[in-house]
């Protein structure tokens, strides 16, 4: 029997780490989107949830939930705490999708709108990026200095690669699987999600942004450690810089021989 080529497969990812209290309402939101994704057409789902060394009873807890469903789940453990980074490379190498969705555990951003992101790959987009920092998204109850945080690097990814992006920092993202076998990355923390889009971005590939609302997150605590990040980004960016300065360099050397 040939497979039917009219069914899209979707491969969404899902990296946790210690998630206890909010599995419960992941498994809700995900079912509502996962709906409302079917009535548009036909669409193949995979779930692949990272337990990125949990403590707490967050893979008992994806087992009860997501284990044996309708949607098939895959549930990889890493025996100790990695990275959403590395969580994400995980997931990457045991994605079956043709398109691949990475998102929060902590419905920080509504899985609702993976419909309507998905509709502008559809459209031609090979990434597409939810986007708070958009003018038409919005922010809800989240700290100033995440926001301060996040907006002034989208300014300064911009300036170093000219591009025109309002987030970078955003896990909500869907893939073409073509950009996560073709685009690599090294950052195992919260870095990674910034250096997958420079990387997609220099590789030539279409990047679209999604308005959407980003809102504090209900259960348990956030793991970002914001100096810790913040000197990732510095180093990365500086590494950009130089990249580009080096490159600079070998177009006037050239120019000048000829």
């Given at each position: 029997?040939?497979?039917?080529t009219?069914?899209?497969?979707?491969s969404?990812?899902?990296?946790?780490?210690?998630?206890?209290?909010?599995?419960?309402?992941?498994?809700?939101?995900?079912?509502?989107?996962?709906?409302?994704?079917?009535?548009?057409?036909?669409?193949?789902?995979?779930?692949?949830?990272?337990?990125?060394?949990?403590?707490?009873s967050?893979?008992?807890?994806?087992g009860e939930f997501?284990?044996?469903?309708?949607?098939?789940?895959?549930?990889?453990?890493?025996?100790?705490?990695?990275?959403?980074?590395?969580a994400?490379?995980?997931?990457?190498?045991?994605?079956?999708?043709?398109?691949?969705?990475?998102?929060?555990?902590d419905?920080t951003?509504?899985?609702?709108?993976?419909?309507?992101?998905?509709?502008?790959?559809?459209?031609?987009?090979?990434?597409?990026?939810a986007?708070?920092?958009?003018?038409?998204?919005?922010?809800?109850?989240?700290?100033?200095?995440?926001?301060?945080?996040?907006?002034?690097?989208?300014?300064?990814?911009?300036?170093?690669?000219?591009?025109?992006?309002?987030?970078?920092?955003?896990l909500?993202?869907?893939?073409?699987?073509?950009?996560?076998?073709?685009?690599?990355?090294?950052?195992?923390?919260?870095?990674?999600?910034?250096?997958?889009?420079?990387?997609?971005?220099?590789a030539?590939?279409?990047?679209?942004?999604?308005?959407?609302?980003?809102?504090?997150?209900?259960?348990?605590?956030?793991?970002?450690?914001?100096?810790?990040?913040?000197?990732?980004?510095?180093?990365?960016?500086?590494?950009?810089?130089?990249?580009?300065?080096n490159?600079?360099?070998?177009?006037c050397?050239?120019?000048?021989?000829?």
């Amino acid at each position: 029997m040939q497979n039917d080529t009219s069914i899209i497969r979707i491969s969404v990812i899902v990296p946790c780490f210690n998630e206890e209290e909010g599995i419960a309402q992941l498994s809700t939101k995900l079912n509502t989107a996962f709906h409302r994704l079917r009535e548009k057409q036909a669409y193949k789902i995979e779930l692949v949830f990272v337990d990125d060394g949990s403590s707490d009873s967050t893979a008992a807890l994806l087992g009860e939930f997501f284990d044996g469903k309708e949607i098939p789940a895959k549930i990889i453990r890493h025996a100790t705490n990695q990275g959403i980074g590395a969580a994400q490379r995980t997931a990457f190498q045991a994605v079956t999708g043709d398109y691949v969705v990475t998102m929060d555990s902590d419905c920080t951003y509504d899985p609702i709108e993976i419909p309507n992101m998905f509709s502008l790959i559809e459209s031609g987009a090979d990434v597409v990026v939810a986007s708070p920092y958009h003018p038409e998204g919005r922010v809800w109850n989240v700290p100033r200095y995440r926001l301060f945080l996040s907006q002034n690097l989208s300014r300064i990814y911009n300036w170093v690669l000219e591009a025109n992006l309002y987030t970078y920092t955003s896990l909500f993202r869907v893939y073409r699987r073509e950009v996560i076998e073709k685009v690599s990355f090294s950052a195992d923390g919260f870095l990674s999600t910034a250096e997958i889009l420079v990387n997609a971005i220099s590789a030539g590939f279409k990047i679209q942004e999604y308005p959407v609302q980003l809102c504090l997150r209900r259960y348990g605590i956030s793991k970002i450690k914001i100096a810790q990040v913040i000197l990732e980004h510095i180093k990365f960016i500086s590494r950009l810089l130089l990249e580009r300065t080096n490159i600079l360099k070998r177009s006037c050397c050239y120019g000048t021989e000829n």
